[in-house]
């Protein structure tokens, strides 16, 4: 991991060119738009999977955002961490294989020894199909992800600040 500084890696993916397939994207594009430390990096990971292995090295802490089939109604968010995929959720069913990519990418990090802590957030789908645009349940459960997402980073920014990591020692 990295140089020893605490570093956040903010992981948009999916594949925008179908529906719902595309929210991880989606709300990592979003938060680009705010103003954070330089220590907070953003990447829309689109359908790269293990490609993505090298950034998740450098990064103290790392939060995934993705479609994930949770066989919810169709907006639901979920968090949960890299344990839970395998018993809780079943692969979004589409033309994209960068579900196995993010997968074997989790594993993959956690068995060299480079995974950081991670926490996923997930948006169940109502459409994978092609088109760019959001169903309107998942457009309307978005501004919920997107804040959700910047209270887990408000959080890791108030226990990573100079002074708190200062008192852990």
Do not use: C
């Amino acid at each position: 991991m990295g140089s020893g500084e605490p570093k956040l890696l903010v992981l948009g993916v999916g594949n925008i060119l179908l529906q719902d397939e595309g929210a991880g994207v989606h709300t990592v594009r979003e938060l680009m738009k705010r103003k954070y430390p330089p220590e907070i990096e953003f990447v829309d990971g689109g359908t790269a999977g293990l490609d993505l292995l090298y950034l998740i090295e450098e990064a103290s802490h790392l939060i995934i955002i993705d479609a994930v089939n949770g066989e919810a109604e169709a907006g639901t968010i979920f968090k949960f961490n890299p344990e839970d995929v395998e018993e809780r959720f079943l692969p979004v069913k589409g033309n994209s294989l960068h579900d196995f990519g993010i997968m074997e990418m989790l594993h993959l990090g956690k068995s060299m020894g480079v995974l950081p802590q991670t926490v996923i957030y997930g948006i169940q789908p109502a459409a994978i199909e092609w088109g760019m645009a959001l169903t309107p349940k998942v457009a309307a459960a978005l501004p919920r992800l997107i804040k959700l997402v910047e209270e887990e980073i408000e959080l890791w920014l108030a226990r990573n600040t100079p002074a708190n990591r200062a008192a852990e020692i």
